[in-house]
């Protein structure tokens, strides 16, 4: 049987475990009983009037409060606990969205809850922040001995046939097609490097056809199906 909210596993000796690490198995206590994958990217956030914390619906980040989650920032060489404070946003008018403020504690650019290949500990991160395949041209990079390549290709002027394919050991992978239509599309890899510490690449990426959809992807090897690089992990949507 699971351990309670909150409590230690009387297998846990404490009287022999370090304050950083008592402090992880805590919040891993504490993580929501039931689970699902979660990503918050927290770049994505708004910000208007004298607040100075970033907002977003409620519907789409309400979710993301408490702890259990692991976070780090664009060139973090570490995944590290971290607790996301939710609060309710007062309306500026009557009958607007409901949305809320999310602070990180500490403070993170990404974070990652209930992902079993995803632990506190080392990370290499490749100095990517959101990478155009469109203006910047094709992503190459090197983790270890293993060599990368993440592209845009297209026939055709308009990227109706646009598809992302991922390179790397030999094979390749397509991340994304825009299926013969697209609306000033966005094709960005917002982040790239190995979380899940396996040698091999994993991403983040927002890659739609249309340019107010922005379905942020969280991409790891460890979960690759036979043949391909990267399983999709966990999913973040939001609309401009």
Request: glycine share 10%; net charge negative.
């Given at each position: 049987?699971?351990?309670?909210?909150?409590?230690?596993?009387?297998?846990?000796?404490?009287?022999?475990?370090?304050?950083?690490?008592?402090?992880?198995?805590?919040m891993?206590?504490?993580?929501?009983?039931?689970?699902?994958?979660?990503?918050?990217?927290?770049?994505?956030?708004?910000?208007?009037?004298?607040?100075?914390?970033?907002?977003?619906?409620?519907?789409?980040?309400?979710?993301w409060?408490?702890?259990?989650?692991?976070?780090?920032?664009?060139?973090?060489?570490?995944?590290?606990?971290?607790?996301l404070?939710?609060?309710?946003?007062?309306?500026?008018?009557?009958?607007?969205?409901?949305?809320?403020?999310?602070?990180?504690?500490?403070?993170?650019?990404?974070?990652?809850?209930?992902?079993?290949?995803?632990?506190?500990?080392?990370?290499?991160?490749?100095?990517?922040?959101?990478?155009?395949?469109?203006?910047?041209?094709?992503?190459?990079?090197?983790?270890?001995?293993?060599?990368?390549?993440?592209?845009?290709?297209?026939?055709?002027?308009?990227?109706?046939?646009?598809?992302?394919?991922?390179?790397?050991?030999?094979?390749?992978?397509?991340?994304?097609?825009?299926?013969?239509?697209v609306?000033?599309?966005?094709?960005?890899?917002?982040?790239?490097?190995?979380?899940?510490?396996?040698?091999?690449?994993?991403?983040?990426?927002?890659?739609?056809?249309?340019?107010?959809?922005?379905?942020?992807?969280?991409?790891?090897s460890?979960?690759?199906?036979?043949?391909?690089?990267?399983?999709?992990?966990?999913?973040?949507?939001?609309?401009?």
């Amino acid at each position: 049987m699971p351990a309670a909210k909150g409590v230690l596993p009387a297998a846990w000796d404490t009287d022999n475990v370090d304050m950083g690490t008592l402090a992880l198995l805590l919040m891993l206590a504490s993580a929501p009983p039931d689970c699902s994958p979660q990503l918050a990217p927290l770049e994505t956030g708004s910000s208007s009037g004298a607040s100075t914390l970033p907002f977003w619906r409620k519907e789409e980040a309400g979710a993301w409060g408490g702890s259990g989650w692991l976070g780090w920032t664009w060139d973090d060489a570490r995944l590290q606990p971290v607790e996301l404070i939710v609060r309710d946003r007062p309306r500026d008018v009557s009958g607007d969205e409901e949305y809320v403020t999310v602070q990180g504690r500490p403070d993170v650019t990404f974070a990652v809850r209930c992902i079993p290949s995803l632990t506190a500990g080392p990370i290499a991160a490749a100095g990517i922040t959101n990478w155009s395949l469109q203006s910047d041209g094709p992503l190459r990079i090197t983790l270890g001995t293993r060599d990368y390549e993440v592209s845009m290709q297209s026939a055709r002027s308009d990227l109706t046939d646009a598809r992302i394919v991922l390179a790397g050991d030999g094979r390749r992978q397509v991340l994304y097609s825009a299926d013969g239509f697209v609306d000033e599309p966005h094709f960005h890899v917002v982040w790239a490097g190995d979380l899940d510490r396996d040698g091999k690449l994993d991403l983040i990426v927002n890659l739609h056809r249309k340019y107010s959809w922005h379905p942020y992807r969280l991409l790891l090897s460890s979960i690759a199906a036979n043949g391909e690089l990267v399983g999709d992990a966990a999913l973040f949507e939001t609309g401009d």
